[in-house]
C-alpha cells in the first residue's frame, strides 16, 4: 500500500498513456477492440490507485457502490437491444454529469464542516486545514455547472430518442430569451459563489444550470440529436475533469480532457458533415423543428413514386456488376444488420461488387451504423465514408437505401429552401437505379421530405426492413437456381 502511494503518479502516468492509446485504437475499426482493452485496463489502474492513496477511504460504500455500478452495467450491456444504444449512451453522460455535482456539493459541504470545527480543534486533531482559495471555488464553480447541464441535458437527450412522452420538445419566441436570461442568471450566481464562497449563490447557480440543461436541449430537433449526444459526451469529460482539480487527481483531469477534446472534435466533424455551425446546432433552432413547405402531407400524397417488390429487387441486384448499400436508422430499428449482411455475401457469391456507405450523422449517434455492421460482421474493407464512396455513385448499377431519409436528400444540393440547403450527403440519386426499403413514405427523423423516393429512377419496396432484406435474399437464391 505505501509504495503505491510512492508511486501513485507514475501509475496515473501509465494509465494516462494507456488512455491516449485508447482513443488511437478507437479511431478505426480494425484497431477499436485492443483500444478497448487499453482503456478497461487503464481505467482499473486509475481506480485501484485511487482507492490505495485515498485519505481514510470509507471502504464498505466504495466498495459497494462500485458492485452495484457493475452489475447494473453488466446486465444493461447483456440486454440492450442495439437500437437502443443512442439513448443508453445519452443516459451515461447524464450519470457523469451527476456524479460531478454530487462530488461538488460534498466537496463544499465537507469544506463548511471543518470551517464549524474551527482551526484549534482541527489542529489540535492533526489535522491542516485552510480555507477553499479562489481558484478552488472556480474549479467547484465550472465542475458543477458544467456537470449540472450536462446531466439534465443528457436525460433529455435519452428521453428524446427513446420517444418518452415526457421529452417533449419545446419551440416558440420565448424560447431563446428565457434561454439568455436562465443562462446570465446563472453565471452571475456563479460569480457571486466564486467571490465570496456564498452557499445560497452555489444552490441557486446548481439549480438554475439544472434548468437551463433542460430547456438549451428541448428545442433541438431530432436530426440534430447525433451532434448533441456527441457534445454531451465533451461535456461529460469536461465536468470530469473540472471535478478533477477539485479532488487534485491527476488521473482525472487527464482522462477528462481527452474525453472532452475528442468530444468537441466529433462533434465539430459532424457539424461541418452537415454544413452547420455548432451554434446554429444548439441555438439556431431545429434543423428537424419544421418541414419545408414542400413536405407537406396534402403534396405527399399528390407527389407520384414507383413501388415494387422484394422480387423486383432481387432480380435486380443479382444481374447488377455493382451494389451500394446505405444503411440507416431504418435498418437499426428492423434489426437488419445480420439479414443485410447475408444478402451482401449471396450477391458477392454471384460476382456482385458490394459496398456499404456511411453518412457521419447517419442513425441516432455517432458511428452508429458503423456500430450495427460491425455486430454483424461486415468486412471492414466493404464499409466506405461519404468522402470515398459519392465518386463511385454515377458508376454504380444499383443503390439499396434502407431506412435512410435525410443522409440521402437532393435537396441538400438542388434546393436553396430546404433547411438542410448545403449539407453534404451520400449523392445515391446519381446511381443507374435506386431502390428504397422503408415503412412508408411518411418523412425522416428531421421531418423533411426526400425528392429522392419520387426519382425515375427510384422503386419504393414498403415494409419492415429485416422482412424486405430476407425476401431479396430468397429472390436471389431462387435465381440463381
Not at 501509465?14 to 485508447?22: D, R, S, W, Y
Amino acid at each position: 500500500m505505501e509504495m503505491i502511494r510512492e508511486y501513485a503518479d507514475w501509475f496515473y502516468l501509465i494509465g494516462a498513456v494507456l488512455f491516449i492509446l485508447t482513443l488511437r485504437g478507437l479511431s478505426g475499426p480494425k484497431t477499436a477492440i485492443q483500444g478497448n482493452r487499453y482503456g478497461m485496463i487503464a481505467m482499473a489502474i486509475a481506480v485501484l490507485t485511487t482507492f490505495f492513496v485515498a485519505d481514510n477511504p470509507v471502504v464498505w460504500m466504495i466498495v459497494g457502490a462500485m458492485v452495484a455500478g457493475a452489475v447494473v452495467g453488466i446486465a444493461r450491456a447483456r440486454t440492450v437491444p442495439m437500437t437502443q444504444m443512442p439513448e443508453t449512451v445519452a443516459l451515461m453522460h447524464s450519470l457523469v454529469g451527476l456524479a460531478a455535482v454530487l462530488i461538488a456539493i460534498a466537496a463544499i459541504i465537507h469544506n463548511n464542516k471543518l470551517i464549524e470545527l474551527g482551526p484549534d480543534l482541527l489542529a489540535a486533531n492533526g489535522v491542516n486545514f485552510h480555507e477553499m482559495s479562489r481558484v478552488h471555488l472556480f474549479e467547484l464553480f465550472v465542475g458543477c455547472f458544467v456537470g449540472a447541464i450536462t446531466f439534465t441535458a443528457s436525460v433529455f437527450a435519452y428521453g428524446k430518442l427513446a420517444a418518452k412522452k415526457w421529452a417533449k420538445t419545446i419551440s416558440g419566441a420565448w424560447v431563446k430569451p428565457v434561454q439568455a436570461i436562465i443562462f446570465i442568471a446563472m453565471l452571475v450566481f456563479g460569480f457571486m459563489f466564486f467571490s465570496t464562497g456564498n452557499m445560497t449563490a452555489f444552490w441557486a447557480m446548481t439549480a438554475l444550470a439544472l434548468i437551463f440543461g433542460w430547456v438549451w436541449i428541448a428545442p433541438v430537433g431530432g436530426g440534430d440529436m447525433p451532434v448533441v449526444v456527441s457534445l454531451l459526451n465533451s461535456f461529460s469529460g469536461w465536468a470530469a475533469a473540472g471535478i478533477g482539480f477539485t479532488l487534485e487527481n491527476n488521473m482525472l483531469i487527464v482522462a477528462g480532457s481527452l474525453v472532452g477534446s475528442s468530444g468537441a472534435i466529433l462533434s465539430y466533424i459532424m457539424c461541418k458533415a452537415m454544413n452547420r455551425s455548432i451554434i446554429n446546432v444548439l441555438f439556431g433552432g431545429a434543423m428537424g423543428g419544421t418541414a419545408a413547405p414542400t413536405a407537406g402531407a396534402g403534396e405527399q400524397v399528390q407527389r407520384n413514386h414507383r413501388s415494387g417488390s422484394a422480387d423486383d429487387a432481387g432480380f435486380l441486384m443479382s444481374n447488377a456488376d455493382s451494389v451500394v448499400i446505405v444503411p440507416g436508422y431504418g435498418m437499426a430499428q428492423g434489426r437488419a444488420q445480420n439479414a443485410v449482411k447475408e444478402l451482401a455475401n449471396i450477391l458477392k457469391e454471384q460476382g456482385v461488387t458490394v459496398r456499404f456507405a456511411i453518412h457521419p450523422v447517419a442513425g441516432r449517434m455517432p458511428g452508429h451504423m458503423n456500430v450495427l455492421l460491425a455486430e454483424a460482421d461486415v468486412p471492414y474493407e466493404d464499409i466506405l465514408e461519404m468522402d470515398e464512396i459519392n465518386s463511385d455513385f454515377p458508376a454504380t448499377d444499383v443503390v439499396l437505401v434502407i431506412g435512410a431519409n435525410d443522409v440521402v436528400n437532393p435537396a441538400a444540393k438542388d434546393d436553396p429552401t430546404s433547411p438542410i440547403y448545403g449539407m453534404p450527403i451520400l449523392e445515391a440519386h446519381k446511381a443507374r437505379t435506386i431502390m428504397v426499403i422503408k415503412r412508408s413514405m411518411a418523412t425522416g427523423y428531421a421531418g423533411l421530405d426526400n425528392d429522392l423516393f419520387y426519382n425515375d429512377k427510384t422503386m419504393m419496396i414498403f415494409g419492415d426492413a429485416k422482412k424486405v432484406v430476407e425476401d431479396m435474399t430468397k429472390a436471389i437464391n431462387g435465381t440463381g437456381h
